[in-house]
């Protein structure tokens, strides 16, 4: 019986998974490691519940759906409580197996440990921790209060009751589940997407389209309703750089695209720097 849930991490996806939690009546922790990003986390949910309740879209009021987040500065004793955590840290595999070690010190034998990862392999993040058949891979979709699709990823350790867990949780948050049977790198939806963006990338770097313009064909040919490099700035040129070389290492064969690593380097990382191809207000 899942009642309280933490979500590790409060950017791009994090806070968009914590909203979907409590709009779904959980209590939610939502943790990162300032209250500073806590509170810009907070300030995007506002708003965003906001929206969502002037279209009538809420069963309650957006102040009653916020009031069920509390937020907490680092991985404390405060999580002890919690049945269900959704890791949405930076896609960095050392990052997230502290956060694993650190978690299973505080909370109880049956919390179900889930993690966001894109493209890193549920096996490998489990193996930071001594029961890894609670470990299973929940993977949202940006923007997570709007898009519907949540891969359930079974680890190569992951018991069928942890999966089984997961995959009916998701379920109650208003998602469609699909279950992926094997930690393959990218599971299934970045062995596609990675695909089509790192070929545009190659595209680009060879001079044969100008990003302006794969993004038309996207757009008005292929009917995406973004281009694919507005889709890169909005989920983070860092995070598509991170993703599609987490895959590439474990042998995900795709062009290894370099403006993404230099765009990284430079600090342009799309939306959420203000700069990324497009740049933004
Ligand atoms: N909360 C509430 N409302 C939101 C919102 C949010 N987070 N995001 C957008 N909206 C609202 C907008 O405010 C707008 O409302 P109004 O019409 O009242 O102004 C409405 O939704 C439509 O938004 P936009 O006009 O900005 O643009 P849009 O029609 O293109 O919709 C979109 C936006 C839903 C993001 C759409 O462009 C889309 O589906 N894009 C593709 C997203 C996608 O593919 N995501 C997956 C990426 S892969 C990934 O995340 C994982 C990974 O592993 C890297």
């Not at 890169?232 to 062009?255: C, H, L, Q």
């Amino acid at each position: 019986m899942i009642k309280n849930v933490a979500v590790i991490g409060a950017g791009t996806m994090g806070h968009g998974i914590a909203e979907v939690v409590a709009i779904a009546g959980y209590s939610v922790y939502l943790s990162d490691v300032s209250q500073e990003i806590l509170n810009n986390a907070l300030e995007k949910i506002r708003w965003s519940l906001g929206k969502l309740y002037e279209k009538g879209q809420l069963k309650e009021s957006d102040k009653t759906i916020i009031d069920r987040i509390r937020t907490t500065v680092g991985i404390t004793n405060e999580l002890k409580e919690v049945d269900f955590v959704i890791e949405a840290v930076p896609e960095k595999l050392d990052l997230k197996r502290q956060i694993f070690s650190r978690l299973e010190e505080i909370v109880a034998d049956t919390t179900i440990l889930s993690t966001n990862t894109s493209s890193l392999p549920i096996t490998e993040i489990a193996s930071a921790v001594r029961r890894q058949e609670r470990v299973v891979g929940t993977h949202f979709f940006n923007p997570p209060v709007i898009m519907q699709l949540v891969e359930v990823i079974r680890g190569n350790r992951t018991s069928d009751n942890t999966l089984n867990t997961a995959y009916e949780f998701i379920k109650t948050l208003n998602k469609k589940p699909i279950l992926v049977h094997k930690d393959v790198p990218g599971f299934v939806v970045n062995r596609v997407l990675l695909r089509i963006i790192t070929n545009a990338c190659m595209l680009v770097e060879k001079n044969i389209a100008d990003y302006r313009t794969v993004d038309a064909v996207a757009r008005y040919k292929l009917g995406l309703p973004m281009g694919i490099f507005e889709l890169v700035d909005y989920t983070g040129v860092d995070v598509n750089y991170y993703v599609s070389s987490a895959m590439i290492e474990r042998g995900f064969k795709a062009y290894q695209c370099k403006i993404l690593e230099e765009m990284t380097k430079r600090g342009e990382l799309g939306v959420k720097s203000g700069k990324g191809f497009y740049t933004y207000p």
